[in-house]
């Protein structure tokens, strides 16, 4: 095991991991930008090292600065979390090349499940079914015309690069698809510096259903069960429950051995997540692979009881799993609710500023993972995390129930939250009663936003 690693990253994941570290005996160095002097999970780190400014370009996007952090503080291995550079596949390079373990898949790896027009090619050699679409990037707008209209309309307009939901466009017609194209296109090159556009059949009233998987460096693999993700806004989860509640065993098995031929065939190791597409008839379609740990990660450890961040330290360090597929065994229900600081009755708007009270609940099946605090200043330079909510109960109704519950007792005041939209979404019936889908949030709340509750 390592005896020492640097985090490159910050917030909650960053929080999440020391947590780990401690339990395990690995002493841990947390790198930190001018904007995150004050977090407190820099008290709870073994070591800690400012890298720059506010500025994510200038922090925890700027490698030389990780790097030279990483070889003053003599660390063995740079764990990246999620987000900024945990996907980067020239990162990972340069770690290997400065020997200095990176705790996730290879370089190359990441090169080509992070390319979702060549993951695609990968899944169909792994036998694993995808969405019909292009058979590879499309080369201009014309030829995009030309691979709608086979396999058509509405297409899925698809950056081959990225994620978190930007260079993606629906298209319905031909007038729509130019214009889808060329924002797509734009949007792409603008956040990932790759304008390599696909398209893929638009999968109405499909679902978001993820597999969870473990590999390590002999080639063994196991899934640690699904994720149902289906309450998104613009692609951006939400909330995130396992087990699904759609799924039967069948559905479930089918899934599982489908992700681990696509990590097999990728030669992934370490943790991953394989992402599907679930349609009204219970037909399942890949949609990409993310190479590194998830947001959501807690859903799935709650409900397996396997600490997803401390096995990926195992398995970077050289150890084999210590799992098989037969010792994964899924026990109640969790959901997660992601809390933003964000007005949902101004179009989410980002709430930056200082929360003024910071009361988290409690109480049996709730844990709050958040690095935040009352006092704390939540900066503009970053995404709008404040924590996550979850709950762990033996059935879903009750899962729903003390979700509902956490939430009425969750006090944050100063900036906007998700809270009273979370509360709002949990209180659906539609989502009650599972028959949610990836549109649900754009159909009941996209023109409506949810009243506020107070002080919340």
């Known amino acids: 095991m390592f005896r020492r690693i640097l985090i490159a990253n910050r917030g909650e994941i960053a929080q999440r991991i020391i947590r780990a570290c401690r339990e395990m005996g690995v002493e841990s160095v947390a790198v930190y930008s001018e904007a995150d002097a004050g977090a407190i999970y820099l008290r709870q780190a073994d070591e800690t090292i400012c890298i720059g400014r506010a500025a994510g370009s200038e922090s925890y996007l700027n490698i030389p600065s990780i790097i030279s952090a990483a070889e003053i503080a003599d660390v063995e291995a740079i764990h990246p979390g999620y987000g900024f550079l945990s996907e980067n596949a020239h990162f990972a390079e340069v770690c290997r090349s400065c020997r200095i373990e990176f705790i996730g898949p290879d370089a190359e790896t990441i090169a080509s499940v992070g390319n979702k027009a060549r993951a695609r090619e990968i899944a169909i050699q792994a036998k694993v079914p995808v969405v019909p679409g292009s058979d590879g990037a499309v080369r201009d707008e014309e030829h995009a015309v030309e691979c709608a209209r086979a396999i058509g309309y509405p297409v899925m307009i698809k ?268 209180e659906h019936n539609e989502f009650q009663t599972g028959r949610h889908d990836t549109g649900f949030v754009e159909r009941f709340f996209g023109a409506h936003p949810p009243g506020g509750r107070d002080g919340k």
């Open 159 to 426: 950056a081959a690069s990225g994620g978190g939901g930007r260079g993606m466009r629906v298209a319905s017609n031909e007038p729509s698809m130019r214009t889808g194209f060329r924002a797509a296109q734009a949007e792409a090159k603008g956040a990932f510096g790759d304008d390599t556009i696909y398209l893929e059949k638009f999968v109405e009233h499909g679902r978001h259903v993820e597999i969870q998987i473990l590999a390590d460096r002999e080639g063994n693999v196991i899934h640690l069960g699904e994720r149902d993700c289906s309450i998104q806004r613009r692609h951006q989860k939400l909330i995130e429950e396992a087990p699904s509640p759609v799924l039967n065993n069948k559905q479930r098995d089918r899934l599982g051995a489908a992700a681990i031929r696509m990590a097999k065939q990728s030669g992934y190791h370490n943790a991953g997540t394989v992402e599907f597409l679930l349609d009204k008839d219970g037909n399942f379609y890949f949609i990409e692979v993310n190479a590194r740990i998830q947001v959501e990660h807690p859903v799935t450890e709650l409900v397996t009881g396997v600490d997803i961040i401390q096995e990926q330290l195992r398995i970077a360090a050289g150890e084999p799993l210590r799992y098989r597929q037969k010792d994964i065994h899924v026990r109640g229900h969790a959901i997660e609710c992601r809390i933003n600081a964000e007005d949902p009755e101004k179009d989410f708007r980002p709430s930056p500023g200082e929360i003024r009270a910071f009361i988290p609940p409690g109480g049996p099946g709730v844990r709050v993972d958040s690095h935040c605090y009352s006092g704390y200043r939540i900066p503009p330079n970053y995404d709008s995390m404040i924590g996550k909510l979850l709950v762990h109960r033996n059935t879903r109704e009750e899962a729903i129930r003390c979700a509902m519950r956490a939430l009425d007792e969750f006090v944050i005041e100063g900036p906007k939250t998700t809270i009273p939209f979370l509360r709002d979404v949990l």
